[in-house]
């Protein structure tokens, strides 16, 4: 298994819709993880974090399935603003180095 | 609001070229990070940089790439003789401190392009 995967996508969605992404982790030691998001040719930005078994900030979910090894972002109400790729990224034990996810592209249409 | 700043954000050089990117990290963090991105691939981590040394690094930080604080504020990644294939968006990052609960800080990136 890859150390973090996620489906590339794109997903395609109308404004107002609810989108769910995935992503796999292979490290079963992995204690937190953060979703990133990333819009084009700029720097990831920490959209949220994750340690217990979930996360709630408006209209964005994080979950967490440890004996899965998998986290979803869901994110409710789309909005225009929301295209862009998200990356999940995995901390290692030590906290100075992460592993990102390939990203899943999100493209929210009017 | 503080934020990681790099330069320049584009270099253009030769193959075979050094280059020395530059990031001025956010003023009260302690640790230091390079990652690359390539083209339409993931954000992929270099090294990590904590009082005056290497703390990790991956397999693609060889003998041509270095890291230096050089004074109190700047953070630089060096790459000795650059390779086609080292053309990509390279992102600094710092933290407050380490641990997996500390969120990374990236700068807005140096897209390197080797012709």
């Known amino acids: 298994r890859k150390e973090v995967e996620q489906d590339p996508g794109p997903f395609n969605v109308p404004e107002g819709a609810t989108v769910a992404f995935n992503c796999t982790y292979s490290n079963s030691a992995s204690q937190s993880f953060f979703w990133y998001r990333q819009d084009c040719r700029k720097e990831p930005k920490l959209l949220m974090s994750v340690y217990s078994s979930g996360n709630e900030d408006g209209r964005f979910t994080a979950q967490l399935n440890r004996a899965s090894q998998y986290i979803s972002l869901l994110i409710r109400d789309s909005k225009l603003s929301d295209s862009a790729t998200y990356l999940c990224v995995v901390p290692n034990n030590a906290g100075n180095m992460l592993t990102f996810g390939g990203g899943t592209r999100l493209m929210v249409k009017p | 609001e503080p934020e990681v700043t790099q330069t320049p954000s584009h270099q253009v050089t030769q193959m075979g070229q050094e280059v020395i990117l530059r990031c001025v990290p956010i003023?009260?963090?302690?640790?230091f990070y390079w990652y690359r991105q390539i083209l339409g691939q993931k954000v992929e981590f270099l090294v990590s940089f904590y009082n005056n040394e290497i703390s990790e690094k991956s397999e693609i930080f060889d003998d041509q790439f270095s890291v230096e604080r050089p004074d109190g504020s700047n953070f630089t990644l060096k790459i000795r003789s650059t390779k086609l294939e080292d053309s990509a968006m390279y992102f600094c990052a710092s933290t407050e401190s380490t641990g997996q609960l500390y969120e990374q800080y990236f700068g807005p990136g140096t897209r390197l392009t080797v012709t």
């Open positions: 003023s009260n963090h302690l640790y």
